[in-house]
T-cell receptor, first 114, second 114 residues
Framework: DAGVIQSPRHEVTEMGQEVTLRCKPISGHDYLFWYRQTMMRGLELLIYFNNNVPIDDSGMPEDRFSAKMPNASFSTLKIQPSEPRDSAVYFC????????????FGQGTRLTVV | AQSVTQLGSHVSVSEGALVLLRCNYSSSVPPYLFWYVQYPNQGLQLLLKYTTGATLVKGINGFEAEFKKSETSFHLTKPSAHMSDAAEYFCAVSVKAAGNKLTFGGGTRVLVKP
């Protein structure tokens, strides 16, 4: 398996622009998580899905953030409009309720908003 | 809700010396516990996990950790540090009732001196 695949790896955008981050989970996994990593706040869970349904979005910082999972093999995290304080590394992770308890992480998307 | 505290944001060890990273957790129900490692510009990789059973768990790269319920701890050790162990290490907790979502500690950055 190729693991969790995120794109792009790096994104530089101007303040006010829309940003879309993409994630392909491991095939067969039924949980998908979006995390944000910053120096100040560490690793924060933004939202997670189970069987494509959002379960807990309490970590989404503002209405500017939205996430979707239209099918089992694809998820997006969108920021609109983006702000400099959104600069961070965003990780997607997936796990299986049938094959262990650990989550597998993608390589992350490093977002810089200027 | 669960929480994790990692004592020491930075640890410096000499090559060949013992590595000890401390992790304490809080959970009102039996936890699942994890250690992840993050190399620069990479995602998180699972080192080891405790779910049930034997409280001393062995992971990759010679690391091991012991679950001590009475102390609510899950410290990570490696008898002899190698230069390649320089990375950031994260302790995390999850509980079955909350899906597989992970709550992370703040991380400990390990520097290995020759």
């Amino acid at each position: 398996d190729a693991g969790v695949i995120q794109s792009p790896r790096h994104e530089v955008t101007e303040m006010g622009q829309e940003v879309t981050l993409r994630c392909k989970p491991i095939s067969g996994h039924d949980y998908l998580f979006w995390y944000r990593q910053t120096m100040m706040r560490g690793l924060e869970l933004l939202i997670y899905f189970n069987n494509n349904v959002p379960i807990d979005d309490s970590g989404m910082p503002e209405d500017r953030f939205s996430a979707k999972m239209p099918n089992a093999s694809f998820s997006t995290l969108k920021i609109q409009p983006s702000e400099p304080r959104d600069s961070a590394v965003y990780f997607c992770a997936s796990s299986s309720s049938n094959r262990g308890t650990e989550a597998f992480f993608g390589q992350g998307t490093r977002l810089t908003v200027v | 809700a669960q929480s994790v505290t990692q004592l020491g944001s930075h640890v410096s060890v000499s090559e060949g010396a013992l590595v000890l990273l401390r992790c304490n957790y809080s959970s009102s129900v039996p936890p699942y516990l994890f250690w992840y490692v993050q190399y620069p510009n990479q995602g998180l990789q699972l080192l080891l996990k405790y779910t049930t059973g034997a409280t001393l768990v062995k992971g990759i790269n010679g690391f091991e950790a012991e679950f001590k319920k009475s102390e609510t701890s899950f410290h990570l050790t490696k008898p002899s540090a190698h230069m390649s162990d320089a990375a950031e290490y994260f302790c995390a907790v999850s509980v079955k009732a909350a899906g597989n979502k992970l709550t992370f500690g703040g991380g400990t950055r390990v520097l290995v001196k020759p």
